[in-house]
């Protein structure tokens, strides 16, 4: 799996244990919502390092926090 399809399952989880939609989180954090769509669905190719930190900010937790999950193993991602 992408990197990029890797943070996008991770968001939705995340949304989903904090029962949080996503438009709650982009006014939690301050960003458009089409960036949270364009992740969530497809749009985007890449992920930027600040928004991986805003998106961890929004769960109230560290990058690392939110980059701890057997999703972002090497073994399970394609890093070209």
């Known amino acids: 799996m992408k990197l990029i399809e890797a943070v996008a399952k991770r968001l939705n989880n995340l949304l989903i244990e904090n029962k949080m939609t996503q438009y709650a ?15 969530m669905y497809g749009r985007c190719k890449t992920i930027t390092l600040d928004k991986l930190f805003l998106l961890a900010e929004g769960f109230d937790m560290t990058a690392q926090q939110f980059l701890d999950d057997d999703l972002f193993k090497p073994e399970n991602l394609e890093i070209n």
């Open 25 to 39: 989180l982009c006014k939690k954090i301050a960003i458009d919502p089409s960036n949270i769509y364009n992740i």
